[in-house]
């Protein structure tokens, strides 16, 4: 976020227009927030964590497309091929959540995301739970929080270049970056709500 201020304010904007400025999001708050659905679809295809999927073996001999696959055959999906097809996602370097919205800003299809999570009748069975996680984590730190550019002893900004680990899992590499409380109501619930270990508003 603190690479796209344009992003994370709509995405903000999205969250004040959908609940009241002292109430915190909720699951149920979710299906009035596509935007948010938008951004983290994004996030999973432009820098997918496994690029080149978990490895499968074939169970049986097979044919695909003209070529023969033998029985025990290691199967690997590339994932990140997948994220960067032109042809699905134009332009797909670039981080856009608004190629996930119909022209009307609802949710597209999201049969073309699914990759993130593998595929067929072995896709991962934690899907649901890791999505709901990681939106339920996004909302509550978009509604508090503002994330800006560090800056240095001078007051000057410090830039954060995108650069990912490598390996069977990926994660971004360490950079520094602030945070800024933009609404006071919503800050003062989840500090309550920390202090008496209710974690009900994310659930």
């Not at 049986?60 to 091929?81: C, L, R, S």
């Amino acid at each position: 976020m603190v690479l796209y201020p344009d992003v994370q304010a709509r995405a903000r904007a999205e969250i004040d227009q959908a609940v009241k400025h002292d109430r915190m999001p909720c699951l149920d708050d979710r299906a009035s927030m596509p935007y948010l659905d938008a951004i983290l679809r994004e996030v999973l295809r432009w820098h997918p964590v496994v690029p080149l999927g978990i490895p499968h073996a074939t169970s049986n001999d097979d044919v695909y497309d003209g070529y023969f696959i033998p029985k025990g055959a290691m199967v690997m999906v590339n994932q990140w091929a997948l994220s960067r097809d032109e042809d699905v996602f134009p332009d797909a370097s670039r981080f856009v959540p608004s190629r996930h919205l119909t022209v009307d800003g609802k949710l597209k299809d999201p049969f073309v995301n699914h990759f993130a999570f593998g595929h067929g009748r072995r896709i991962c069975p934690g899907r649901w739970f890791a999505e709901n996680s990681l939106w339920t984590a996004t909302v509550a730190i978009l509604a508090v929080l503002r994330i800006n550019h560090a800056k240095d002893s001078n007051g000057n900004k410090i830039e954060v270049k995108p650069e990912f680990t490598t390996g069977l899992a990926v994660h971004p590499e360490p950079f520094q970056c602030s945070f800024e409380i933009v609404n006071t109501a919503r800050e003062r619930h989840i500090r309550a709500m920390m202090n008496s270990n209710e974690t009900s508003f994310v659930l």
